[in-house]
C-alpha cells in the first residue's frame, strides 16, 4: 500500500525485478482507483489508486508476469487489488 504514495510507482515495478532471482515473486497490495480526492490531502496520497491494467502494463514493461489476484471491497468505498506477478525466464 506505498504505491499511491511514490512519484513514480512505475519505477518500484522496475527495481524490484532487478532484484529478484528468476521464478521470484512480487506481491503488492494497492489500492484500486477512486474518486475520493479528500485523500490527497488528508494522507498524503499522491495517486488515487490505480486501475489493474496499469499495474499489468508497468509488471510486463519491467519483465514481470501477471499471476493471482484478489480484489477486497472494503466498507470505507476503497477497494484494494492483491496482485502477485513473477520474474520469468521465458
Known amino acids: 500500500m506505498v504505491l499511491h504514495h511514490v512519484p513514480s510507482p512505475a519505477d518500484i515495478f522496475l527495481d524490484a525485478a532487478a532484484l529478484m532471482n528468476n521464478s521470484g515473486c512480487f506481491v503488492i497490495s494497492e489500492l484500486c482507483s477512486h ?52 520474474k520469468t525466464t521465458d
Open 35 to 86: 474518486d475520493q480526492d479528500w485523500a490527497k490531502e488528508n494522507c498524503g496520497d499522491l495517486w488515487l489508486g490505480f486501475e489493474p491494467e496499469e499495474l499489468t502494463a508497468w509488471a510486463a514493461e519491467a519483465g514481470l508476469k501477471a499471476g493471482e489476484q484478489l480484489f477486497i471491497g472494503l466498507r470505507n468505498g476503497f477497494q484494494v487489488q492483491v496482485r502477485e506477478f513473477w
